[in-house]
C-alpha cells in the first residue's frame, strides 16, 4: 500500500512540476520568436535580463514591486476561489489608499497608533467599495463583473474630486501636480537599507502575514471550507446548509479588505502621499497574477516575483535598444501558456488516469474469466 | 496530489530565495560597468542626451511628440546619442528614480523628464548627481542642477479666448479640457478671461473629457467628438479643446457644422496632415513649444554653459504663441496684437486657475 502511493505521489509530482515548466518554455519560445521578429537577437536578451535581474538592487526592487503584487494577487484570488470575478480591486485599491493617505496627512499621532490606522482605513474603505458590489449581487442579483468595472470607473471620479485644491487636495510649487497632504515622517513605514543595493520595503512582512491568513482561513477553516464549496457548486453548497447569499456578500468584502492592502507599500514606504501620478491598474495585474498563481498563496508569491522580474528587468532591454512593448508581449504570452498548460496537463492526467483505471479493470476482468475457467 | 505540489512549489521559493542570497554583493550599476567600459568614450563627440518620456513616450501626436521634435532637432544639430525611455501607468515613484538614475549612470548628460510626473524623482537624483545637468518640463524641482523649463499655457490661451469672443456668432463659445489636472486648468482660466474681458455677455461652456487619474481623456477622440457635439448642440459656433488627441475628435465634430470654428492646441493643427481635411474649420492653434525648451536645454550644455533655475517659456519670448496659418484671424490680428501687448507689458494678469 504504502509503495503504491508512493508510485502515485511521484507521478503526479512529474505532473505538477510539467505544467508550469512547459508554460515557461513555451513562454520562452513565443518570446524568442518574437524579438527575432523585430530584428534583434533574443539570447543576449535573455542573458541581458538574467544578468541585470540577479543584480542585488534589482534583487531589492523586484522583491518591493511584488510586495505590491502579491496583496493584489492575493485580493483577486480570494474572489476566484468563490467563482466570483473581482475586477474591482483596481478602484478598491484606489479608493483605499487615497482615504488613508487624507486621513494620515490630517493626523500626527504617534507612528505606532497612526500607522495601524490607516491600513485599518485603507481595509475599512476597500471592503465598504468593494460591499456595494456585492449587496447588488445578493439583493438585486447585478453580475459584479459589470458593477465593479463601473465601481473602478466611479470610484476614479471621485478621487478626481476630492482631490483638488481647496478640498482635500493640495497644488505643488510649479502648480501642476496635485496630492494629499504628505504623511508626518513618523507615520512612514519602517523599511531597511541595504546601501547601495536600495531600500527594502518593510511592508513585505504584512504582505507574507496576508498570505499566511490567507491559506489559513481558506485552507483551516470551516468559513473557508463553505467559501470554496460555494465556488465549486452553489446548489450542493446551500443543500449542506451554507447561505450563499451571505457567502457571496463576505468574500466580496474580504476581497476588499485585501484590495484595500495593495497601495500601502507605495503609500507607506514609497510616495508617502496620494497624488496624480500614483500607480493604476495593479488591480488587473493581481487578476494575471493570481491566475499564474493558480490562486495558492506559494504560486501567487512565485507568480509576483516572476512579474516584477520581468518588470526590472524589461525596463533595462528598452535601455538596452529593445523595443518597450516587448514587456507586454512577455507578459501577456506567459499568462496565457500557464492557463493553456494547466489545461493540458490536466487532461493529460486525466486520461492517464483513465487508461490505469481501465487497464486494472481489465485485468480484474481477466483475472476472474481465468479463475473461473481453472474452477 | 496538495502537499506534493505545495513541497515542490516551497522548494522551489526556497531555491529562488537562496539565489537571491547569492547573488547578493553587486549591483546593476557594477555589472554594466564591468561589461561596457567604452560607452562613456564614444560620447565625447556630441551630446549623449537621455530622455524619459511621460505616458505614452514617442508618437504619441501631441505633448511627448513635441518634445521628441525638440530632441530629434538638437541631435540633428550637435550629433552625439539620444536615449529614450517610456513612462508605465503603473509606475511607482521607485521606478521614475531608477529610470532617471539608469541614465545618470550610463553618463547621459542632460537628462530630461518630460512631464511634472517626474518632478519628485528628479529632485533626488538631480541631488545625488550634481555635476550633470537635468532638465524637467511643466513642473519645477528645487534642486541647483536642474532646469526647470515652464510655459505660461494661459497666455496663450488668453489670445484664443479673445478670438474666439471676436470670431462667435452665436456669442457662445466652449471650452473642452482633456483631464481636470492643474495643468489643464491653466488652458481654461486664460480662455476664460480672454472671452470675458473682450465679451462679458459671451457664454462659456467649459468641460472636461475625463477625471483624476485617469488620462483617458488625452487620447479619445471619441470622447471629444461627443463633447464638442454637445456644445455645438448646445448652440457654442467656437470650441478651444486641450486635451491631447481628444482634440482632433472635437475638431472633427466642428467640421460637420457649417460656420462654426475649432482653435487647436499644442502644435500648428492646420498644418497636421492628418487633419488636412478639416482645416477649413481651424481658425488657429495655441501652440507650445515645448521642442524650444528641451532643444535650448541640450544646446547650453553642447555649449558648456548649462541652463538652470526656472525657464519660462512666455508668450513674450514666444514660448507659447497663436499661430495664423490659414488667415482665419487676419482681419482681427490688430486687436489680438493689442491683447498681446496688453499680457507682454503686464496690463492684464492672466490667472492661471480658474
Redesign the interface.
Known amino acids: 500500500m504504502k509503495k503504491f502511493t508512493a508510485r502515485i505521489d511521484k507521478e503526479r509530482l512529474i505532473l505538477a512540476l510539467a505544467a508550469p515548466v512547459l508554460a515557461v518554455v513555451a513562454a520562452l519560445v513565443v518570446t524568442a520568436l518574437v524579438i527575432l521578429a523585430t530584428g534583434k537577437d533574443p539570447f543576449a536578451a535573455f542573458s541581458d535580463m538574467l544578468s541585470y535581474g540577479s543584480a542585488s538592487d534589482s534583487q531589492i526592487y523586484i522583491l518591493n514591486k511584488a510586495t505590491t503584487y502579491y496583496l493584489a494577487g492575493i485580493a483577486v484570488a480570494i474572489g476566484f476561489r468563490m467563482n466570483l470575478f473581482n475586477i474591482g480591486v483596481d478602484g478598491q485599491y484606489r479608493m483605499a489608499a487615497f482615504f488613508a493617505a487624507v486621513v494620515g496627512g490630517a493626523l500626527s499621532l504617534p507612528g505606532i497608533v497612526q500607522i495601524p490606522l490607516m491600513i485599518a482605513t485603507a481595509m475599512l474603505v476597500g471592503a465598504m467599495w468593494a460591499g456595494i458590489a456585492g449587496i447588488l449581487k445578493v439583493t438585486r442579483g447585478v453580475s459584479e463583473v459589470i458593477s465593479t468595472i463601473m465601481l473602478n470607473a466611479i470610484a476614479t471620479a471621485v478621487i478626481g474630486y476630492l482631490m483638488q485644491p481647496g478640498r482635500l487636495g493640495q497644488l505643488d510649487d510649479a502648480g501642476t501636480l496635485v496630492s494629499t497632504k504628505p504623511l508626518p515622517k513618523s507615520s512612514w513605514f519602517f523599511s531597511i537599507d541595504t546601501g547601495p543595493a536600495g531600500v527594502l520595503w518593510g511592508f513585505f512582512v504584512i504582505a507574507a502575514l496576508a498570505g499566511l491568513a490567507y491559506w489559513f482561513v481558506l485552507g483551516r477553516t470551516r468559513f473557508g471550507f463553505d467559501l470554496r464549496a460555494v465556488g465549486q457548486s452553489e446548489s450542493a453548497a446551500s443543500a449542506s446548509g451554507v447561505s450563499v447569499k451571505k457567502m457571496i456578500a463576505t468574500s466580496m468584502i474580504i476581497s476588499g479588505a485585501m484590495a484595500g492592502l495593495i497601495g500601502m507599500p507605495t503609500l507607506l514606504n514609497d510616495s508617502h502621499m496620494y497624488s496624480n501620478d500614483f500607480p493604476l491598474g495593479i488591480g488587473f495585474t493581481g487578476i494575471a497574477i493570481a491566475l499564474l498563481g493558480r490562486n495558492h498563496p506559494v504560486g501567487i508569491a512565485l507568480g509576483a516575483l516572476l512579474w516584477g522580474f520581468l518588470e526590472r528587468t524589461t525596463n533595462h532591454l528598452e535601455f538596452m535598444g529593445y523595443d518597450k512593448e516587448i514587456l507586454g508581449v512577455i507578459q501577456g504570452v506567459i499568462v496565457l501558456c500557464v492557463v493553456i498548460a494547466y489545461e493540458v496537463v490536466r487532461r493529460y492526467g486525466l486520461k492517464r488516469q483513465q487508461q490505469r483505471v481501465g487497464a486494472e479493470l481489465a485485468a480484474q476482468a481477466a483475472r476472474s474469466i481465468k479463475k473461473e475457467v481453472t474452477a | 496530489?496538495r502537499r506534493?505540489?505545495?513541497i515542490?512549489?516551497?522548494g522551489?521559493?526556497t531555491a529562488?530565495l537562496a539565489?537571491?542570497v547569492s547573488?547578493?554583493?553587486?549591483?546593476?550599476?557594477?555589472?554594466d560597468k564591468a561589461?561596457d567600459g567604452s560607452s562613456s568614450s564614444a560620447g565625447k563627440n556630441g551630446v549623449k542626451v537621455g530622455v524619459a518620456y511621460d505616458v505614452g513616450?514617442r508618437g504619441d501626436h501631441s505633448f511627448n511628440d513635441s518634445a521628441a521634435r525638440g530632441m530629434d532637432k538638437a541631435k540633428a544639430e550637435f550629433g552625439g546619442e539620444l536615449?529614450e525611455?517610456?513612462a508605465k501607468?503603473?509606475?511607482?515613484?521607485?521606478?521614475r528614480v531608477?529610470?532617471l538614475t539608469?541614465l545618470a549612470d550610463?553618463g547621459y548628460n542632460p537628462i530630461v523628464g518630460i512631464g511634472?510626473?517626474y518632478?519628485?524623482s528628479m529632485k533626488q537624483v538631480a541631488t545625488k548627481y550634481p555635476k550633470l545637468t537635468f532638465g524637467i518640463v511643466?513642473?519645477?524641482v528645487?534642486a541647483k542642477n536642474v532646469d526647470?523649463i515652464?510655459f505660461t499655457e494661459e497666455q496663450g490661451s488668453y489670445l484664443a479666448g479673445v478670438a474666439a469672443a471676436l470670431k462667435t456668432k452665436s456669442h457662445h463659445v466652449g471650452f473642452i479640457g482633456g483631464v481636470?489636472?492643474?495643468?489643464i486648468k491653466?488652458f481654461e482660466a486664460g480662455f476664460n478671461q480672454g472671452v470675458k474681458d473682450t465679451d462679458k455677455s459671451i457664454k462659456v461652456d467649459n468641460q472636461y473629457l475625463?477625471?483624476?487619474?485617469?488620462t483617458s481623456g488625452f487620447a479619445s477622440p471619441d470622447k471629444g467628438k461627443a463633447a464638442a457635439q454637445g456644445m455645438l448642440d448646445k448652440g457654442a459656433d467656437v470650441i478651444y479643446s486641450a486635451a491631447g488627441s481628444s482634440g482632433n475628435g472635437s475638431i472633427e465634430a466642428v467640421n460637420g457644422k457649417k460656420g462654426t470654428w475649432a482653435i487647436g492646441v499644442d502644435s500648428d493643427q492646420y498644418n497636421i496632415a492628418s487633419l488636412a481635411k478639416y482645416k477649413s474649420s481651424i481658425l488657429t492653434s495655441v501652440v507650445k513649444n515645448v521642442d524650444i525648451g528641451v532643444y535650448e536645454l541640450v544646446k547650453s550644455v553642447h555649449d558648456g554653459k548649462p541652463k538652470v533655475g526656472t525657464n519660462t517659456y512666455a508668450l513674450a519670448d514666444g514660448g507659447v504663441s497663436l499661430v495664423t496659418s490659414g488667415g482665419f484671424i487676419d482681419d482681427i490680428q490688430v486687436k489680438i496684437d493689442a491683447a498681446k501687448k496688453k499680457i507682454i507689458d503686464g496690463t492684464v494678469k492672466v490667472k492661471?486657475?480658474p
Not at chain 2, 23 to 31: I, L, Q, V, W
Request: net charge negative; proline share 2%; aromatic share 2%.
Open positions: 496530489m506534493v505540489t505545495k515542490a512549489a516551497s522551489i521559493a529562488a539565489l537571491s547573488a547578493c554583493g553587486s549591483t546593476s550599476n557594477e555589472k561589461t513616450g536615449k525611455l517610456t501607468t503603473t509606475d511607482t515613484e521607485a521606478d531608477q529610470r539608469d550610463a511634472y510626473a518632478a519628485n511643466d513642473s519645477v528645487d526647470n515652464v481636470d489636472v492643474p495643468l491653466k475625463s477625471h483624476g487619474s485617469d492661471t486657475t
